[in-house]
T-cell receptor, first 114, second 116 residues
Framework: AQSVTQLDSQVPVFEEAPVELRCNYS??????LFWYVQYPNQGLQLLLK??????LVKGINGFEAEFNKSQTSFHLRKPSVHISDTAEYFC????????????FGEGTQLTVNP | ETGVTQTPRHLVMGMTNKKSLKCEQH?????MYWYKQSAKKPLELMFV???????ENNSVPSRFSPECPNSSHLFLHLHTLQPEDSALYLC???????????????FGEGSRLTVL
């Protein structure tokens, strides 16, 4: 069975600083990996996804993530954050087969301070 | 406007009440889902519908009863709930069932349920 661990429950940063949100997964088969973002009082929105190909994936709002198979990680990064990036970020994994389900991590609250 | 609309946004109910949550998607998708989001816990998949047919019930207690009259509408009927059922209930849709594995999920804003 697959599982996802988000190593930090809360990440406070100052505006314009770089940020990395960490995600590790475990699975016995090849996987698809995702990051979703949830702004206050809203549903989840897909930020980016890795299905195959280049291990560096670029998403919306200047975010990117790198798939590292040997370390079973899919960390999310942004070189310079804005106040508007304050939100909860969820890492998710599926086993890449038709009908497989997404398993979500517990989420990381990113708070960007002025 | 996300394409997936949930009503009501907030609901407070007693343990003996009967209420329903509604979800409507305007995206022409064929698969719809109910998720439960509790504080500091991963999202829990509750039910999956594909072309109006339920394809998955993830060991959800019978006090939660889903209904999918067509591919655009999904309901969650609630009765004799417990305080621990208080959570944010999220509806999602995808173009097809395989979309759940490729991340093509589109979420509504959720219905915040409080059970007293």
């Amino acid at each position: 069975a697959q599982s996802v661990t988000q190593l930090d429950s809360q990440v406070p940063v100052f505006e314009e600083a770089p940020v990395e949100l960490r995600c590790n997964y475990s699975s016995s088969v090849s996987v698809y990996l995702f990051w979703y973002v949830q702004y206050p009082n809203q549903g989840l929105q897909l930020l980016l996804k890795y299905l195959s190909g280049s291990t560096l994936v670029k998403g919306i709002n200047g975010f990117e993530a790198e798939f590292n198979k040997s370390q079973t990680s899919f960390h999310l990064r942004k070189p310079s954050v804005h106040i508007s990036d304050t939100a909860e970020y969820f890492c998710a994994v599926s086993e890449g087969t038709s009908g497989s389900r997404l398993t979500f991590g517990e989420g990381t609250q990113l708070t960007v301070n002025p | 406007e996300t394409g997936v609309t949930q009503t009501p946004r907030h609901l407070v109910m007693g343990m003996t009440n009967k209420k329903s949550l509604k979800c409507e998607q305007h995206l022409g998708h064929n698969a719809m889902y109910w998720y439960k989001q509790s504080a500091k816990k991963p999202l829990e998949l509750m039910f999956v519908y594909n072309f109006k047919e339920q394809t998955e019930n993830n060991s959800v207690p019978s006090r939660f009863s889903p209904e999918c009259p067509n591919s655009s509408h999904l309901f969650l009927h609630l009765h004799t709930l417990q305080p621990e059922d208080s959570a944010l209930y999220l509806c999602a849709s995808s173009p097809e069932l395989a979309g759940v594995s490729t991340g093509e999920l589109f979420f509504g804003e959720g219905s915040r349920l409080t059970v007293l």
